[in-house]
Nanobody
Framework: QVQLVESGGGLVQAGGSLRLSCAASGRIFSINAMGWYRQAPEKQRELVAAITSGGSTNYADSVKGRFTISRDNAKNTVYLQMNTLNPEDTAVYYC??????????????????WGQGTQVTVSS
């Protein structure tokens, strides 16, 4: 089993910054893509940013130029630096990781895992 633990959410004024972290632990052989999603009240969950194991990144149009995703492969951790926040960024942010695990008998399998979510609230 794999666990994703997020941290760094909170309340910030418009124009401010926050940095989210998500650390993966457990039965990890390797981690493929990692990403951040968010879900605002009464809205569907949406992709914010994603990063491959090689460092290629992808961003939602609404956050391009303001958010930066990065990862530390040695620590199995992904980060989301959020600058110039605005009230429309208010949501629960979820970490996602596509993880390859290996059983004691050497069988390998890949699964998607989710963090528990961290609230980001931006006041106007």
């Amino acid at each position: 089993q794999v666990q994703l633990v997020e941290s760094g959410g909170g309340l910030v004024q418009a124009g401010g910054s926050l940095r989210l972290s998500c650390a993966a632990s457990g039965r990890i052989f390797s981690i493929n893509a990692m990403g951040w999603y968010r879900q605002a009240p009464e809205k569907q969950r949406e992709l914010v940013a994603a990063i491959t194991s090689g460092g290629s990144t992808n961003y939602a149009d609404s956050v391009k130029g303001r958010f930066t995703i990065s990862r530390d492969n040695a620590k199995n951790t992904v980060y989301l630096q959020m600058n110039t926040l605005n009230p429309e960024d208010t949501a629960v942010y979820y970490c996602n990781a596509n993880v390859m695990s290996s059983t004691p008998l050497g069988y390998r399998y890949t699964r998607d895992y989710w963090g528990q979510g961290t609230q980001v609230t931006v006041s106007s």
